[in-house]
């Protein structure tokens, strides 16, 4: 993928609309950027997409500004990282609306490969977008550790301590937490007056949309104010249980 912008892409600026397609697709291939689900990927700029690029730009060692300009490091990066060939998995969304092309109509929930051709949002005014299967929903779970692993020279203790401390502090949790939610909530540092107040936020905003995990599971997404998105499972082991959150 290829990227180049037009103007500045900058919340306070005046974009352009083929640079915010760009963008939200790019964001949207590497996991970052979701759009509404009644009007999919379009050209005008949303918070949202201002949110994830600075998300994608602390990921990657960037000054963490939420802007970008026309061929600054920003968007070279965006443009490799996007570029790369991925594994994995998605779930096709499309919009429902009488717009939709009928082929991506009847891809519209379907489960696909990420070499799959072609993208959501490739074609021409498609407004369609990937929905993220997570295969490693617990990514910072506590593999075992052999003795052996302790000769190589890159390994870090230190990490693994606190990664084991972290898993005590939050042994005796709250019911509804599972363990990755506990977890996630002290790395993050999110209280439990930050998750309730992004949960209540996102109901009166109407922030809030449904999903499908990884497992078939349905969850629900709370787009809180305070800038906090809290993932609730709704049904299975894990029904009525916050599994996940991040700051965006």
């Known amino acids: 993928m290829n990227i180049k912008l037009n103007k500045p892409f900058a919340a306070n600026s005046a974009v352009d609309e083929f640079d915010v397609k760009q963008v939200k697709k790019a964001l949207n291939r590497l996991g970052y950027y979701q759009p509404y689900e009644k009007t999919g990927i379009t050209g005008i700029p949303d918070a949202d997409v201002f949110s994830a690029l600075k998300s994608f730009q602390k990921d990657q060692g960037l000054q963490a500004t939420g802007t970008a300009r026309p061929g600054d490091e920003t968007v070279t990066k965006l443009s490799s990282e996007a570029g790369k060939k991925k594994s994995g998995k998605y779930i096709w969304r499309a919009v429902g609306d009488n717009k939709v092309r009928d082929s991506h109509a009847a891809l519209d929930g379907t489960v696909r490969d990420l070499a799959d051709s072609p993208d959501p949002g490739e074609e021409f005014n498609c407004r369609c977008w990937a929905e993220p299967i997570d295969e490693n929903p617990y990514p910072d779970a506590i593999k075992p550790v052999y003795p052996e692993l302790f000769l190589i020279p890159a390994l870090r203790l230190g990490r693994i301590f606190k990664i084991l401390r972290e898993i005590l502090k939050y042994s005796r949790k709250k019911d509804n937490y599972t363990d990755h939610a506990a977890l996630r909530s002290n790395q993050r540092s999110a209280?439990?007056?930050?998750?309730?107040?992004?949960?209540?936020?996102?109901?009166?905003?109407?922030?809030?949309?449904?999903?499908?995990?990884?497992?078939?599971?349905?969850?629900?997404?709370?787009?809180?104010?305070?800038?906090?998105?809290?993932?609730?499972?709704?049904?299975?082991?894990?029904?009525?249980?916050?599994?996940?959150?991040?700051?965006?």
């Open 191 to 248: 209280s439990q007056k930050d998750i309730e107040e992004a949960i209540k936020t996102a109901k009166e905003a109407g922030n809030v949309i449904t999903k499908t995990g990884k497992y078939g599971t349905p969850q629900k997404v709370y787009k809180g104010s305070n800038g906090l998105t809290v993932i609730e499972e709704t049904q299975g082991r894990n029904a009525g249980k916050i599994i996940t959150l991040w700051w965006n």
